[in-house]
């Protein structure tokens, strides 16, 4: 870390960091308030999570990441940009999926740019998988949103292999079809490190049936 990340996490993780040895936890207490909920699973250095809530007040926005760095970085942008609408975890995501959130209480979920394990001796390492997504649907409310994105077609498809298969899940798009960027999404840091290595980005966007 850096001495302002780590600064910032000692100054403001008391204020905004949410514990996984909470257990289940009750969100309203959490930002004093209900609202939507928006959780989204490994923000990196937090940038385009802290531009969505900043651009969205009215939601109420939880972001998970294990890289102690990105968590320090996103707790300086918010203290600086005096963002108060955005809680952190700093653990495993399905962790805290399974612990820490009650079933039915996401509004939406979005997973952008997580690592795509590109060899293929990896793939079962990567986060999209049929279990995963099963998780995904019992956090969601019933018409709520999970939305991907990603740089790499082969991840793409094999995310729309997954999601089209979940009997729990349809796609907003018509058929098997990818969806146009939505413009309440930033682009981040390795979509655009994607883009200028030449790479397409990929959103998808499903709704909890």
């Known amino acids: 870390m850096t001495e302002g990340q780590q600064r910032a996490y000692e100054q403001n993780w008391r204020r905004w960091g949410l514990e996984h040895a909470a257990g289940r936890q009750d969100f309203a207490a959490a930002f004093g308030r209900t609202a939507p909920l928006v959780l989204e699973i490994?923000?990196?250095?937090?940038?385009?999570?802290?531009?969505?809530?900043?651009?969205?007040?009215?939601?109420?926005?939880?972001?998970?990441?294990?890289?102690?760095?990105?968590?320090?970085?996103?707790?300086?942008?918010?203290?600086?940009?005096?963002?108060?609408?955005?809680?952190?975890?700093?653990?495993?995501?399905?962790?805290?999926?399974?612990?820490?959130?009650?079933?039915?209480?996401?509004?939406?979920?979005?997973?952008?740019?997580?690592?795509?394990?590109?060899?293929?001796?990896?793939?079962?390492?990567?986060?999209?998988?049929?279990?995963?997504?099963?998780l995904l649907a019992t956090r969601l409310k019933p018409g709520g949103t999970l939305h991907l994105a990603t740089d790499w077609e082969n991840y793409a498809l094999q995310m729309m292999e997954v999601l089209s298969a979940s009997a729990d899940f349809t796609n907003t798009c018509a058929g098997e079809a990818f969806a146009p960027r939505p413009q309440h999404r930033p682009p981040t840091k390795f979509e655009r490190r994607g883009e200028r290595l030449g790479h397409g980005v990929w959103d998808l966007v499903f709704q909890r049936v």
């Open 42 to 134: 490994g923000f990196g250095m937090g940038a385009s999570l802290v531009e969505m809530a900043a651009a969205a007040p009215q939601r109420n926005f939880i972001g998970v990441e294990v890289h102690r760095p990105g968590v320090g970085r996103l707790l300086h942008d918010m203290a600086a940009r005096d963002i108060d609408n955005i809680r952190v975890y700093r653990h495993d995501a399905v962790e805290v999926l399974r612990d820490c959130i009650a079933p039915g209480c996401l509004d939406t979920v979005q997973v952008f740019f997580p690592d795509p394990w590109h060899k293929k001796r990896h793939h079962k390492r990567r986060l999209i998988q049929p279990p995963f997504v099963d």
